[in-house]
């Protein structure tokens, strides 16, 4: 068996590469030779320590990346037929692995499964067949997995943003529930951010407003050319004034969080107009939120979580196919797999001069 290489987050801040045996693969199992990774704000946050509770805490040691496109290097009899693919075919993998058998995947709210499973996230590498995570030449494919396939044309910087992509579709569409011609107010430009910004552009929104801080300059304005018809730089401008004016007083029918911020979290129901909906996926690592909840009550505002795409990912492929955004944009900085450490560096923001929206490593 040949030994190939896996990046390895042994502790916080202590990444060491690591050769591991390629495995057999069962009727159920694929391999998959990974073409490119986009290293996602969890990952650089538990290079750095940030300690994350329940389903999402980190076994140590992990091989994390989640954000993934790569070709059938290897594929059972039964998962070709179920995933309709063949070796050498370019398939994108999500990041939650359903039992298929729990309550929850068979009402199709599969990242709320029981068992818990994440590739690059909470299984750790001590467990066979170790490659669990795509910051690596390969990665192993688990039975009942959500495997999709996507076309040669959609650049692997591109094509690997896929699940961030499908969770714009589910805060703007599934949870959102955005209709043509409604304000949304996104707040976090991140690349979580971006995307819902091009989602509720595709789907025919009003009025499209994407707030973030003096850091977040460039990201601002590439929110633009996705779709935001106005951004606010909050440490100029009270965000909630900003909206007022913009929407002449009528307030946002949606407001989505793609930030942990604390302040803009407990700010959100000032946003948002009687009936309103807030769609909550930012995480603040355990830092508690004071909600006014009066607000909740006399508004009857709808406050929505949101964990991870969810049949969302198709309807994403299918747009970056169209090409009708210039996603590449959002993949500001392409490093070797190698300098996975460097890259994590970078999307925490601990390199000064530096300021990233996507890091992808490529093997």
């Not at 909840?293 to 198709?314: M, S, Y």
Request: aromatic residues 6%; neutral net charge.
């Amino acid at each position: 068996m040949s030994k190939e290489l896996s990046i390895v987050l042994e502790t916080p801040r202590r990444v060491k590469p690591h050769y591991f045996d390629l495995p057999s693969i069962g009727s159920q199992e694929m391999l998959l030779k990974i073409e490119a990774v986009s290293i996602c704000g969890s990952d650089a946050e538990r290079y750095i320590g940030v300690k994350f509770g329940g389903p999402l805490a980190t076994p140590f040691p992990i091989v994390m990346g989640h954000e993934l496109v790569g070709q059938v290097h290897k594929v059972g009899k039964e998962a070709s037929e179920y995933y309709k693919v063949n070796v050498g075919e370019r398939v994108i993998v999500e990041p939650y692995i359903p039992c298929g058998k729990c309550k929850y995947c068979l009402t199709g709210h599969y990242p709320l499964c029981t068992g818990n499973r994440c590739y690059g996230v909470n299984i750790s590498c001590k467990d066979p067949p170790h490659l669990w995570g795509a910051y690596g030449q390969y990665m192993y494919v688990a039975p009942h997995s959500r495997v999709h396939k996507v076309s040669p044309k959609v650049p692997a910087e591109e094509a690997c943003l896929s699940s961030v992509i499908g969770n714009g579709v589910r805060w703007v569409s599934t949870k959102g529930n955005v209709q043509p011609g409604e304000t949304v107010v996104v707040i976090g430009p991140g690349s979580q951010g971006l995307a819902t910004v091009m989602i509720a552009d595709h789907v025919g929104a009003g009025k499209i407003i994407l707030a973030g801080t003096s850091i977040d300059k460039n990201r601002l304005e590439l929110g633009r050319e996705f779709g935001a018809d106005y951004t606010v730089n909050v440490d100029e401008r009270n965000l909630q004034d900003s909206v007022s004016d913009l929407t002449s007083g009528d307030m946002a029918d949606v407001v989505i969080l793609t930030t942990g911020a604390v302040k803009a979290i407990a700010d959100a129901t000032k946003l948002v107009k009687s009936l309103g909906t807030i769609v909550l996926p930012g995480l603040t690592g355990g830092k508690t939120v004071p909600i006014p909840t009066d607000e909740i009550v006399t508004k009857e505002l709808k406050i929505l979580g949101g964990l991870g795409q969810a049949w969302n990912v198709e309807a994403a492929i299918k747009l970056l196919e169209k090409q009708k955004y210039p996603v590449k944009k959002m993949a500001t900085h392409i490093l070797p797999l190698e300098e996975a450490e460097r890259g994590l560096k970078l999307a925490a923001n601990e390199i000064e001069g530096e300021a990233p929206i996507k890091v992808v490593l490529t093997p």
